[in-house]
């Protein structure tokens, strides 16, 4: 059963360590730290991941900035109170770690599978410009009865596809995770740059839970 759960949630990123460790929590004595990882997109530009890390699997006092790293994990969410309300937070919670002397150009930098249920009326829009772009909320079961809240962005055919998709309905989506800036109005006077993550959707499919 551990081993199905976690199949259902699956990344690979890899990257360079751009930041020190930051202490995040600690659960029954193992501590566990957060570090940003640049990866590099398609394109000339790169997202910006937040890697959880256990202090068993590195020297979380060492400084390996501009190390490259592969890390394998899961994507992972967890509610923040903050402001009144409960802010989703994500991060890839680090399974293995592997240092890479650099990164060829056709690695597979940014990998994740989903196999979850739809959590949330998709949202269809049209950009100005007419580009098709659904938003769904993907609900991935994790061991101990925990689940993790997933935004994923789709575009053109399959953001057609995703918009018919119902609540409750499972979903399989393959994509990467990206990053994005935005600015999140505080009160009448005060703006903050915030960064929100979700999967961008290369592939999705639903079909009849067994």
């Not at 940014?110 to 580009?131: A, F, H, V, W």
């Not at 055919?157 to 918009?163: G, H, T």
């Not at 990053?179 to 009849?208: G, I, P, Q, W």
Request: a negative charge; one cysteine or more.
């Amino acid at each position: 059963m551990m081993d199905k759960v976690i199949e259902n949630n699956q990344v690979t990123v890899m990257g360079e360590i751009i930041s020190d460790f930051s202490y995040s929590h600690e659960i029954f004595g193992e501590g566990f730290y957060m570090v940003d990882v640049r990866v590099r997109r398609l394109s000339e530009s790169y997202d910006i991941i937040p890697v959880m890390v256990s202090e068993r699997l590195l020297d979380v006092t060492a400084d390996y900035k501009g190390e490259y790293i592969s890390v394998c994990g899961q994507f992972r969410s967890y509610n923040r109170h903050e402001e009144k309300r409960n802010r989703l937070v994500l991060s890839v919670f680090a399974r293995e770690i592997e240092f890479v002397e650099e990164l060829e150009e056709s690695s597979k930098t940014n990998q994740i599978y989903l196999d979850g249920y739809i959590c949330k009326e998709p949202i269809y829009r049209k950009t100005p410009l007419g580009r098709e772009i659904a938003d769904l909320l993907l609900a991935v079961n994790r061991p101990y009865g925990k689940s993790d809240y997933i935004p994923c962005i789709c575009w053109g055919r399959n953001a057609r596809y995703a918009s018919n998709f119902s609540v409750g309905e499972r979903c399989a989506i393959w994509g990467r995770i990206q990053s994005r800036e935005y600015m999140k109005k505080l009160d009448e006077e005060n703006v903050e740059r915030r960064v929100a993550f979700e999967v961008s959707v290369s592939k999705l499919e639903t079909y009849d839970d067994e």
